[in-house]
T-cell receptor, first 115, second 116 residues
């Protein structure tokens, strides 16, 4: 069964350093999402792509976060510089439109610890 | 503002028993979907069940069913014959914003522990 791939699974970095996460969605899924999940809470959307275009990045802290999906397939989320408050799980999801609904499939996530 | 509220941070249930997780939400949309996702410890989030708001019939997927009350904006998840593998964090979610763009807003989650 096809899955969303993410790497790395775990990342420890010092504050003020740069960090990048990679996501490979399920083949054929045009829509890709990045969520941030603080421990013990629900995921919060950071950015949504439709193919290579950003659909919504209203919740992305653009002073330090950037996201790209250059060829409309895999995607990279970058943080520079990292801050202590960025410690969280970063989830990638892709979706397939099913009728008038989207069914999202999540990757295993990247757990970021900023020290 | 759109909100999703899960009022039970933690719940426990004995194996083989039934448990209900509650969720309330707030939207001005008339047609939308509602979802329950399961996140097992150290594993990825998976879709458990979804409900179409314009359908009166409650959705069912094997041991999982929902009690959807549109007027009350309530969407609870019932797990029958609980199994140890049901131990996980459960999130209620629905589409964020107007229209149907796929992005979701999630509740705070309910941690369910199934005890042997």
């Amino acid at each position: 069964e096809a899955e969303v791939a993410q790497s790395p699974r775990y990342k420890i970095t010092e504050k003020s350093q740069a960090v990048a996460f990679w996501c490979d969605p399920i083949s054929g899924h045009a829509t890709l999402y990045w969520y941030r999940q603080i421990l013990g809470q629900g995921p919060e959307l950071l950015v949504q792509f439709q193919d290579e275009s950003v659909v919504d990045d209203s919740q992305l802290p653009k002073d330090r976060f950037s996201a790209e999906r250059l060829k409309g397939v895999d995607s990279t989320l970058k943080i520079q510089p990292a801050e202590l408050g960025d410690s969280a799980m970063y989830l990638c999801a892709s979706s397939l439109q099913r009728g008038d609904s989207y069914e999202q499939y999540f990757g295993p996530g990247t757990r970021l610890t900023v020290t | 503002a759109q909100t999703v509220t899960q009022s039970q941070p933690e719940m426990s249930v004995q194996e083989a028993e039934t448990v209900t997780l509650s969720c309330t939400y707030d939207t001005s949309e008339s047609n939308y979907y509602l979802f329950w996702y399961k996140q097992p410890p150290s594993r990825q989030m998976i879709l458990v069940i979804r409900q179409e708001a314009y359908k009166q019939q409650n959705a069912t997927e094997n041991r999982f069913s929902v009690n959807f009350q549109k007027a009350a904006k309530s969407f609870s998840l019932k797990i029958s014959d609980s199994q140890l593998g049901d131990t996980a964090m459960y999130f209620c979610a629905y589409p964020l914003g107007s229209g149907n763009t796929g992005k979701l807003i999630f509740g705070q989650g309910t941690t369910l522990q199934v005890k042997p």
